[in-house]
């Protein structure tokens, strides 16, 4: 057995030694690939405490001191990222401002910089490209490169993960550290790049494969948080062994969907495209108001800003909106029972949701908003809304797009001709260039953030 790891020429790491000490007994699934299929076909680059790393690289002061990245000063928000001096004590992405600071006492607060975040991505993957293409940027900072010919066998496939992360440090800098996993499909390279971090180089070809997924856990496979583990512990699986052990029926009828049957076969090493299906099924933008943002006048045109964002993201990544949410949260008096949202805020919560029938354009979609906006809560205690939240769901990509029969098609094409001219001139001059009049009020409100699944170059 030969588990590939950053020191190859090295002693063998924990996760080998655990490895050949298994009595994990794979399925007959495994035993059936040619030396040709063992090859690796994905190099996935994943960035170590990526926010956290740039701040500590562009202001060297906060090098070696446990930093919080946070979208403002507020205890009652959360921490974005936490480099590895906070993660040592316990902080980590979602970790609640005020907690935070108890449980690191020296922890240095830092108001998040995302244009610098997007600025470091690109010279990152301008980095990757020198060593190979780069195949699907998945967020920003997290990318993936499928491997060819020479590239795919197992030590041939080492050294350019290793050229990938110096090159990474030679343009990004020293505190940019990268994580590199290596495996037969897009999956299991994310899964390879999580098990040795920071700044870890692992590969999974298919002769450990089995053994090695033995030794982690169910929480370590993307896509499976804590109220996933829990549905699986409640069907009686506890365990990586007793997950690999299931056959691909048994897998589909576990998860009750195709995805169960799809993880079986990535689990199992197999690579196929995902073309068809891989593509954002839901997309949002959500804000929390300021003081001075909170009544429904100003709530309203940032309601229509975070609508204006999300369809020129919609456009941009060819896609169609099978329906619009609408989220508001509002201000509870002092004394009065709500529950608490998830900063920990007694929150008083509104939320509707209206179908439409595949669309695109920004007329369609702000006549929606219009009813739902018609449709919330009236009356005194609901005045002071503190938050907006505006959603696009059950996205359809361009090649499964169906016109609707109650539309003419004169009708959609020019709406989207519309559309587009005000994305070019927006993307190239900012966003508020061309905008509806009822969000200017809000120009300043509601700022581009980063999410986990989107760069926001055109902002």
Request: with cysteine.
């Amino acid at each position: 057995m030969n588990l590939a790891s950053n020191s190859p020429t090295g002693p063998p790491t924990a996760l080998q030694t655990e490895a050949a000490e298994s009595t994990f007994s794979p399925s007959p699934a495994w035993g059936t690939r040619t030396q040709k299929d063992a090859h690796l076909n994905w190099l996935f680059v994943d960035m170590n405490s990526y926010f956290a790393s740039v701040e500590q690289q562009d202001r060297p002061e906060l090098r070696g001191k446990p930093i919080g990245i946070v979208p403002m000063m507020a205890d009652t928000t959360c921490c974005l990222a936490a480099s590895y001096e906070a993660k040592a004590h316990g902080v980590k992405t979602g970790t609640l401002v005020g907690d935070a600071k108890r449980m690191c006492p020296g922890l240095v607060l830092v108001e998040a910089r995302h244009q610098l975040y997007v600025e470091y991505h690109h010279r990152i993957v301008e980095a990757v490209e020198s060593c190979l293409p780069v195949t699907a940027v998945l967020s920003v900072d997290e990318m993936a490169c499928r491997l060819m010919g020479r590239e795919r066998p197992l030590l041939a496939a080492m050294e350019l993960g290793r050229q990938v992360k110096a090159r990474i440090r030679e343009s990004a800098g020293v505190m940019i550290r990268s994580s590199v996993g290596l495996a037969t499909n897009r999956y299991l390279a994310k899964v390879a790049s999580d098990m040795e971090k920071p700044d870890g180089l692992v590969a999974l070809p298919l002769d450990i494969l089995p053994v090695a997924l033995a030794q982690i856990g169910l929480r370590d496979l993307p896509g499976i948080g804590a109220k996933t583990e829990k549905k699986l512990n409640e069907k009686g699986i506890h365990t990586m062994a007793q997950l690999l052990a299931l056959d691909c029926e048994q897998s589909g009828e576990l998860w009750g969907s195709v995805w169960g049957q799809r993880l079986w076969h990535w689990l199992h090493g197999e690579d196929f495209d995902m073309s068809e299906t891989d593509h954002l099924k839901s997309l949002s933008h959500q804000h929390v108001l300021g003081p001075e943002m909170r009544n429904p006048e100003n709530a309203w045109a940032v309601a229509h800003k975070l609508l204006h964002k999300a369809a020129m993201r919609l456009r941009k990544n060819g896609l169609w909106a099978g329906s619009l949410g609408l989220t508001i949260g509002f201000v509870v008096p002092r004394g009065e029972d709500a529950p608490k949202g998830g900063y920990g805020v007694p929150t008083k919560g509104w939320k509707n949701e209206i179908r439409l029938g595949e669309v695109q354009d920004s007329q369609t979609l702000i006549a929606a908003l219009c009813r739902l906006w018609a449709s919330k809560p009236k009356g005194g205690n609901f005045d002071r809304p503190n938050f907006i939240g505006v959603h696009l769901n059950n996205l359809v990509p361009d090649h499964l797009h169906s016109l609707s029969l109650f539309e003419s098609l004169d009708g959609e094409q020019s709406r989207a001709k519309l559309s587009g001219v005000m994305d070019l001139l927006n993307n190239k001059y900012g966003m508020s260039t061309l905008a509806p009049a009822t969000m200017l009020t809000a120009l300043k409100a509601a700022p581009t953030r980063i999410s986990f699944h989107t760069i926001p170059d055109m902002f």
